[in-house]
């Protein structure tokens, strides 16, 4: 694991279910264009509200992957 | 759009269940009294612990509102 | 309640499942050695990605627990 | 001046023109309701984007006022 | 006490005598207005210069209290 | 609106004129590679002194726009 | 002192009096365990409310203090 | 460039027109007695209001200087 | 009022006996050089520790002061 | 120099010798494919221990570059 | 890996050579009393100076490491 | 000890060696014009980069000094 260099980008997921199922969208987009996806930090969380109820949650997180060299 | 103002409140709520439920329990108490509610934030997660487990989620939110011009 | 002092530690549990139940694994893993715990923070929440899924959820969180005088 | 108390409320303010513009506007809807307004401090600026150009600065700001004793 | 909502509001007390007296200040004007205040979070602490000595010792905090549902 | 993901980049756009139209540069940039911006936030704002003058305004924005999927 | 290595605890003091007596009985409590204690870092104030007035005063700190080699 | 180190201050500017002008001022009057001014950092936008309108913005930026060796 | 440049200076107080008069210590000692001080903002509060007893509270703030023009 | 726009990359570097190892592995990596690099900040500093020591180094970075008009 | 709670304690290290030192002194004297020891994060970076020298680096780090189940 | 005050300047140093040295260089300079120098806290790391490589460190940091009394 010597001297990997990893890349992260940010990305919001959204889901009218839950929080986990905001993450897991955006990993899944995430995971369509780029390889060796590793690991997610949350950043935020939020969302809009419809008729006074959670009508979407927005998650904030940043994703990291591995460079390939 | 042009030129809204819009208002913000920190709310905290609970549940004994989950985090989303804790969301929800919040803004729908928000909603018995104020119009307009368009998005939430979440600050602060955190919550009691009886016997060894979780006896509730506990989360501050702030909600943000249209107001009325 | 007057004049208790309280001691905070700082746990990671993780699970493969949802926040919730990376959580309740921390407090349960602090509950097997320690007395009094009373409430929990999340720091924050991260996790790891295998084959672009979401392999396992991380929330670092700080216990605080009752010392006995 | 001596032992006032104060109260401070987180607002939104909108404008297509300018970051100032914005604060203004947020300001002025405070006052149609609040008396003794007495400062501002601006939190966040963002705004919205259409056709690749700014539509809206949006500016989040506290103001702060005197509660009437 | 399960699934009750909290309302944070966010006050500056000030006194020219020490940072308790500011924040007992702060705290009995909002207990004329409102009910159930259960706790508070110091946020900043600040204060005014006359002559090279402090005036006044200003406090802001956000004060919680229990909604009626 | 469901379901969708946002990718958020970050950019420093600069001007000697204004904070605003250091903004705007930096969005029109972006604007000519990315389809779908919708959002920005202001992370910071500096600049360069010459001769005692702003030279230049540089704000530091992130800016996000929905991927395609 | 070259070469030494401290530890940091969070230490939860409360006090019905003032911030510095919280302060007090945190340390107190904490040096009748541990010893070296070298020195602390109030990392939060806040407090609860009982019928409109200050009940206890609760300061979070971090203590420090230097481990036997 | 090597080698070179750089002082920064904080300052206060202040302008009833715009949150450049009020930049502007604060450097202006560093320029009067540093010599080498070279960046400067946005630290806090706020400002009073009276009568309901803005009166003054008041910027808080860090000015860095090149030290002469 | 207008038009005022201020410049924050960054001193740490410290006493025996409370944090107020580590305060107070930090200010009186600007004051022997510095004219027009007006205002201070607390930024850290510390201290050491003797024998398990707080020996010295070290109050870290800012004072802001009117630059003559 | 006027009106440049730059994009802000975020990268992990790794090294097991020293943090400027880490640093630098990180920077090379991007200008392998990346031109006009120009400045990098340091985000996080951490890194992994095996067996009592320090394996690897861990610096989380952002790098600047001029975006080409 | 699934399910694993990790615990993390607050160091200082301090070495008279570099911050690389500083880390290691710190994760060493860990190491002797704790097993699995898995990863650090730096928090703060500080020291001490002696005629006009850097007479002590001081490195303030989390250690985190895994509970034995 | 009792009763001294310091003040906090910041400085920042640049190296093209590395992050020690141009810790060392800021401290170097204050201390040919600043008596009883006594710690410096880290506030920022970053550098410019030169053809792919680093160039110059530059470290920020806070330098605080016993003031006489």
């Known amino acids: ?5 990893y890349k992260k980008i940010e990305l919001v997921g959204s889901s009218k279910d839950s929080i986990e199922a ?9 995971g369509s ?3 060796n996806l590793d690991w997610f930090e949350v950043i935020d ?3 809009h509200i ?6 979407h949650y927005q ?3 940043k ?3 591995r460079l390939d060299n």
């Open 33 to 35: 264009s780029l390889r």
């Open 50 to 55: 419809t008729d006074g109820k959670v009508s």
């Open 59 to 61: 998650v904030e997180l």
């Open 45 to 47: 969380t939020r969302g």
């Open 22 to 30: 905001a993450i897991e969208n955006a990993i899944k987009s995430a």
């Open 1 to 5: 694991m010597s001297d990997h260099v």
């Open 63 to 65: 994703v990291g992957f």
